[in-house]
């Protein structure tokens, strides 16, 4: 089950007027590419659940704001939009990085839906071949830390 995110949560998000149709076919193409990497890192049973309405919209929202943080990103990498000068201690220019600001929101935000990726956070197993044996650890004893 996938999330409904539409260009105008981004826009909404990134304070762009919502009949501003500059970066329109942008903000398609990067929820189009970012959603659904997004939304493999989401444990199935937490996407799923369209009964819990509150449940999806804090997920939305999560994934509104890393979208959103991203496309703040590649703006700043746009031509002339990162340059900054400075007169008598005084600097105009260079934006600060709110989009990556967003991310880590949108992440903290996602986080106790995120299904284990990695081997060592889900569950433990124990890979032997080695059938009606008791297991044996080995310690190097003449190694010195």
């Not at 937490?46 to 979208?67: A, F, P, R, T, V």
């Amino acid at each position: 089950m996938s999330i409904l995110v539409v260009r105008d949560d981004i826009k909404r998000k990134c304070r762009i007027a919502l009949t501003d149709t500059t970066y329109d076919s942008d903000i398609d193409n990067l929820i189009s590419e970012v959603q659904p990497g997004i939304e493999y890192t989401i444990a199935d049973t937490y996407l799923s659940n369209i009964s819990d309405i509150n449940l999806q919209k804090i997920l939305k929202l999560g994934i509104i704001e890393i979208i959103s943080g991203e496309f703040l990103r590649q703006l700043l990498r746009e031509s002339g939009s990162s340059e900054s000068f400075s007169v008598g201690g005084i600097t105009i220019g260079a934006a600060s990085d709110h989009g990556g600001k967003l991310i880590e929101q949108g992440n903290a935000r996602l986080q106790p839906f995120r299904k284990a990726i990695d081997g060592m956070t889900g569950e433990a197993s124990v890979l032997s071949s080695t059938l009606n044996k008791d297991m044996e650890f080995a310690i190097n004893k003449d190694k010195v830390w």
